[in-house]
T-cell receptor, first 116, second 115 residues
C-alpha cells in the first residue's frame, strides 16, 4: 500500500486566494513526522513545514499551514494568499521513527499553478 | 554559509561509462541520502548513510554504489550496470540530534543524461 498519497496531480489557484493540497498517509508507527517540500522548476527541494505525530496544534510557517487530522491520517498543506512564485511541485513526505529504518517516504507530488 | 552542494549541475555520460556525483555538506549532519527523480514523478531512495563508514541500500540501489569515508561527503557512483540512468539526482542530509525533527535538507541536484 502507498504510504503517502497525493491525489491531486495538478491544481490551479487564482493569485491571492488560498489553496489546499491534499496528503494522506498510512503507518502503524505511533511516532512519525510529516513534511512538505516545494520544488520549483529549477529542481531544488525546499523544506516548507513539519508536523510531529504528537504535536497538539497544527503547524504554521508564514503563509503555510498544515491541517493535521490524525484520526483521518491526513496532513493537508494550506497556502494562503497565493503568489505567482508559489507555482511549483509540492511533495508530502513522512518519516516513521520506529519503523522503516528511519527512512522518509515521499508522495508523487502535486503541481500547483497560480494564475494572475 | 551552511548547506549542501552537489556537483556538477549537469552531467553527460556515454553508455557504458561509470560516473560519480558529488555531494558535500557543512551542516554537521549525521545522515545523508541519495534520491533519484524521474520527470513528473516523486523521489525514490537509492542509498543512505546514518554514520561514517556505514551505508544501506534504499529502494532502487541496483546499478549504483556509494561511500561514506567522511561525515561531510557522500559521493554516488552510477555504474554501467544501471540500465536507465538518465534522471535528476538529489542528495539530502539530516541531523539526528536529540530534539531534532529529522528534517531532510536537499542539495540543488545533478541532472544526468546518458547519450
Amino acid at each position: 500500500a502507498q504510504k503517502i498519497t497525493q491525489t491531486q496531480p495538478g491544481m490551479f489557484v487564482q493569485e491571492k486566494e488560498a489553496v489546499t493540497l491534499d496528503c494522506t498517509y498510512d503507518t502503524s508507527d505511533p511516532s512519525y513526522g510529516l513534511f512538505w517540500y516545494k520544488q520549483p522548476s529549477s529542481g531544488e527541494m525546499i523544506f516548507l513545514i513539519y508536523q510531529g505525530s504528537y504535536d497538539q496544534q497544527n503547524a504554521t510557517e508564514g503563509r503555510y499551514s498544515l491541517n493535521f487530522q490524525k484520526a483521518r491520517k491526513s496532513a493537508n498543506l494550506v497556502i494562503s494568499a497565493s503568489q505567482l512564485g508559489d507555482s511549483a511541485m509540492y511533495f508530502c513526505a513522512m518519516r516513521e521513527i520506529n519503523t522503516n529504518a528511519g527512512k522518509s517516504t515521499f508522495g508523487d507530488g502535486t503541481t500547483l499553478t497560480v494564475k494572475p | 554559509d551552511g548547506g549542501i552542494t552537489q556537483s556538477p549541475k549537469y552531467l553527460f555520460r556515454k553508455e557504458g561509462q561509470n560516473v560519480t556525483l558529488s555531494c558535500e555538506q557543512n551542516l554537521n549532519h549525521d545522515a545523508m541520502y541519495w534520491y533519484r527523480q524521474d520527470p513528473g514523478q516523486g523521489l525514490r531512495l537509492i542509498y543512505y548513510s546514518q554514520i561514517v563508514n556505514d551505508f544501506q541500500k534504499g529502494d532502487i540501489a541496483e546499478g549504483y554504489s556509494v561511500s561514506r569515508e567522511k561525515k561531510e561527503s557522500f559521493p554516488l557512483t552510477v555504474t554501467s550496470a544501471q540500465k536507465n540512468p538518465t534522471a535528476f539526482y538529489l542528495c539530502a542530509s539530516t541531523s539526528h540530534e536529540a530534539g531534532s525533527t529529522d528534517t531532510q535538507y536537499f542539495g540543488p541536484g545533478t541532472r544526468l543524461t546518458v547519450l
